[in-house]
């Protein structure tokens, strides 16, 4: 039987179009930090940028590719169709109020799967839900004035996999992954992570529809948390084992990650908890300026002067 057993969500990449645009949205309507502003490693051209709470902890970040003039992508089969942050229940009539304040659609609140969920879209289509969720202990980022601390997000809830045949999904998430299945409703099914709580929940649906397309407003990929490398390389050893094709261990500077595809097409990442965001750059000083791995940095001004300007609003207190 496998060992692998990741703590809970790592972080959740997007695709998105107007990187100003993103910043905006994240930091001022949802509250979330600017941790770091990179580059995709892969392809240096474009923004990667990196949201969460104070110091960017695992479990509470969501990252963006804004490739301007991306076309809009579509939900569907074989996609992360949901990403899922949790804020305190007495919390929701407040987000209810803000959000509607701001001229955004919303849809609920409603009940799901025995939680109160609002839903709402990002400037590139993004589905967001806010849930209620009592006893997350994680306390978010309170440096947003529009958005007070006692109701600041916490971080990630849980993601919503789209599957055409969601069986075979299952089956790693639960044979492969170590997941836990917590329950089904209807054509849908919760597997949990740890101790199965905020930041440690996945949930497979059911979608006979056609295939998604992955542009704007679409999920790239979804991480997982390991513990450390060594961890992370023996996990490797026992997927590879298992069949899967799964990438070397690459270096992305702020953990290391191996990667590999569920049976529906989702691709899924292992991320380790360290080094963390700090490594370059200070805590008070997170999301400030453009940050560069030392083999790209030989190429900065080329990289820096394809870039568009980013203005982030200074926070009202200090992380």
Same mark, same amino acid.
């Given at each position: 039987?496998?060992?692998?057993?990741?703590?809970?969500?790592?972080?959740?990449?997007?695709?998105?179009?107007?990187?100003?645009?993103?910043?905006?949205?994240?930091?001022?309507?949802?509250?979330?930090?600017?941790?770091?502003?990179?580059?995709?490693?892969?392809?240096?051209?474009?923004?990667?940028?990196?949201?969460?709470?104070?110091?960017?902890?695992p479990s509470t970040l969501l990252?963006?590719?804004?490739?301007?003039?991306?076309?809009?992508?579509?939900?569907?089969?074989?996609?992360?169709?949901?990403?899922?942050?949790?804020?305190?229940?007495?919390?929701?009539?407040?987000?209810?109020?803000?959000?509607?304040?701001?001229?955004?659609?919303?849809?609920?609140?409603?009940?799901?799967? *025995?939680?109160?969920?609002?839903? &709402?879209?990002?400037?590139? /289509?993004?589905?967001?839900?806010? +849930?209620? @969720?009592? !006893?997350? #202990?994680?306390?978010?980022?309170?440096?947003?004035?529009?958005?007070?601390?006692?109701?600041?997000?916490r971080g990630l809830y849980s993601?919503?996999?789209?599957?055409?045949?969601?069986?075979?999904?299952?089956?790693?998430?639960? *044979?492969?992954?170590?997941?836990? &299945?917590?329950?089904?409703? /209807?054509?849908?099914?919760?597997? +949990?992570? @740890?101790? !199965?709580? #905020?930041?440690?929940?996945?949930?497979?649906?059911?979608?006979?529809?056609?295939?998604?397309?992955?542009?704007?407003?679409?999920?790239?990929?979804?991480?997982?948390?390991?513990?450390?490398?060594?961890?992370?390389?023996?996990?490797?050893?026992?997927?590879?084992?298992?069949?899967?094709?799964?990438?070397?261990?690459?270096?992305?500077?702020?953990?290391?990650?191996?990667?590999?595809?569920?049976?529906?097409?989702?691709?899924?990442?292992?991320?380790?908890?360290?080094?963390?965001?700090?490594?370059?750059?200070?805590?008070?000083?997170?999301?400030?300026?453009?940050?560069?791995?030392?083999?790209?940095?030989?190429?900065?001004?080329?990289?820096?002067?394809?870039?568009?300007?980013?203005?982030?609003?200074?926070?009202?207190?200090?992380?």
């Amino acid at each position: 039987m496998s060992d692998i057993a990741p703590h809970g969500l790592h972080h959740v990449t997007a695709i998105a179009s107007d990187p100003q645009r993103n910043v905006d949205f994240y930091t001022q309507v949802l509250g979330l930090r600017l941790v770091k502003r990179t580059v995709n490693f892969d392809a240096p051209g474009t923004y990667h940028l990196y949201y969460g709470d104070a110091q960017g902890a695992p479990s509470t970040l969501l990252t963006f590719f804004p490739w301007q003039g991306v076309p809009p992508g579509r939900q569907g089969s074989g996609l992360t169709t949901a990403t899922a942050f949790s804020v305190p229940p007495e919390s929701m009539g407040w987000w209810q109020r803000h959000l509607a304040g701001l001229g955004l659609e919303i849809d609920g609140p409603r009940t799901r799967d *025995g939680e109160e969920v609002l839903t &709402l879209r990002d400037p590139d /289509g993004l589905v967001i839900d806010i +849930v209620a @969720a009592p !006893g997350d #202990a994680r306390s978010g980022w309170d440096g947003v004035a529009r958005v007070p601390a006692e109701h600041a997000v916490r971080g990630l809830y849980s993601l919503t996999l789209s599957e055409r045949l969601p069986d075979a999904t299952a089956e790693m998430l639960a *044979g492969l992954l170590g997941m836990r &299945l917590q329950g089904e409703n /209807g054509d849908r099914a919760r597997f +949990v992570m @740890a101790d !199965g709580g #905020a930041g440690a929940v996945v949930d497979v649906a059911a979608d006979p529809g056609p295939r998604g397309l992955q542009a704007g407003g679409t999920v790239h990929h979804i991480a997982l948390r390991a513990p450390d490398q060594a961890t992370q390389a023996r996990w490797r050893e026992e997927l590879v084992d298992a069949g899967l094709r799964v990438t070397e261990i690459l270096d992305r500077q702020y953990f290391t990650s191996i990667y590999f595809h569920e049976p529906g097409g989702v691709l899924l990442e292992i991320a380790t908890d360290r080094p963390g965001f700090t490594v370059d750059e200070p805590l008070l000083e997170l999301g400030r300026s453009l940050k560069l791995p030392p083999w790209l940095e030989p190429d900065r001004d080329q990289i820096a002067a394809a870039l568009p300007p980013l203005l982030v609003d200074e926070p009202a207190s200090s992380a």
